[in-house]
């Protein structure tokens, strides 16, 4: 049976960074290439979600192009930026272009912590103020598919419910990853990340239990997708099958075609696909994937999880059903 198309991806639009993350090298990488239009109308209509990433997305001049570019290529497709939310002024001209091609497109801001903790993490003075204005500025846009992305360290965990806070108070959606190591993404960073298991497990109880109790199926996802995350980053343990390689890919700005971010194995070349079908579908790449499984790299990001969910909705309905009922 030849392999699904897959329905989930990442796009790094640039290695172009204006931040000095701490957990992230890629803002060292000078003269990278960028994916162009051209590549990304190869991408297959298959796709359902697709997050514009890099570095820094708004750094591309022709962000509204891009955008253009993916909702033609990929009509179906919910589409998100994500932004470490530093260029104001640039991101609400972009905006004005992008949310009149795509009106229900997400911005994802990252925060990750109030204050001078965001600071110290992005390596920006006065950061946190403003990400918080490029925040306003989206609100008074009037978008509602607006969220705040934190990115667990061991520095900021115990920034992580307030984070999380902060979105309840501002009406707007939350988001989290952990920090991990990857050979080619990052600029090569290796993590090492084991924040205080006490603290960050608190942190999960409040925000898994927050969200369980609204009344909101996207947020009981959230919180089913946040006891995974807390599961992997304690026990490196997924609690369900990811299909890196065949649900999802990353592409990254030359147009090598990865698994994940942390899967170095390289499927192809965007540049060198005719057809997107014939290449994922292919003998080569399948016997790329094989390699890949024997990896046994585990995984839980949003964009893997988000097609494990798909894949086991009865495991997930089971979990929410009984934490809702009797509390996480």
Not at 29 to 58: H, Y
Not at 286 to 314: G, N, Q, S
Request: glycine share 6%.
């Amino acid at each position: 049976m030849a392999t699904k198309l897959p329905i989930d991806c990442v796009l790094a639009l640039t290695y172009n960074c204006n931040a000095r993350c701490t957990m992230c090298d890629i803002w060292k990488i000078k003269n990278s290439p960028e994916l162009t239009l051209e590549d990304i109308a190869k991408l297959p209509d298959s796709l359902r979600d697709v997050n514009l990433s890099g570095g820094e997305p708004f750094l591309r001049k022709d962000l509204p192009e891009i955008v253009a570019a993916v909702r033609q290529a990929c009509p179906k497709a919910r589409m998100v930026i994500s932004t470490n939310g530093f260029l104001t002024p640039v991101i609400d001209k972009a905006m004005e272009k992008i949310l009149k091609i795509a009106p229900d497109i997400g911005v994802a801001v990252s925060i990750d912590g109030i204050g001078e903790m965001h600071n110290t993490v992005r390596g920006i003075p006065g950061g946190f103020d403003r990400c918080m204005e490029t925040v306003r500025v989206l609100k008074q846009k009037g978008m509602t598919n607006l969220r705040l992305g934190f990115t667990i360290t061991p520095e900021n965990v115990e920034h992580f419910a307030k984070v999380y806070d902060l979105t309840r108070e501002l009406g707007i959606e939350f988001t989290h990853s952990f920090a991990q190591s990857s050979e080619f993404y990052f600029g090569g960073k290796q993590n090492v990340n084991n924040p205080d298991p006490v603290v960050l497990k608190k942190a999960y109880k409040h925000i898994i239990n927050s969200e369980l109790k609204s009344w909101n199926l996207k947020r009981w996802l959230r919180a089913y997708f946040a006891s995974g995350m807390c599961r992997f980053i304690t026990e490196k343990n997924p609690v369900l099958d990811n299909a890196p390689g065949r649900d999802f890919f990353f592409l990254d700005p030359t147009g090598d075609i990865y698994p994940s971010v942390v899967h170095n194995m390289i499927l192809g070349n965007i540049r060198k696909v005719t057809n997107f079908a014939e290449f994922w579908q292919s003998e080569e790449v399948e016997k790329r994937r094989v390699k890949v499984d024997a990896m046994k790299t585990p995984v839980w990001m949003i964009c893997t999880a988000r097609t494990a969910l798909y894949r086991h909705p009865f495991s997930v309905v089971g979990w929410i059903v009984k934490n809702k009922l009797f509390g996480y």
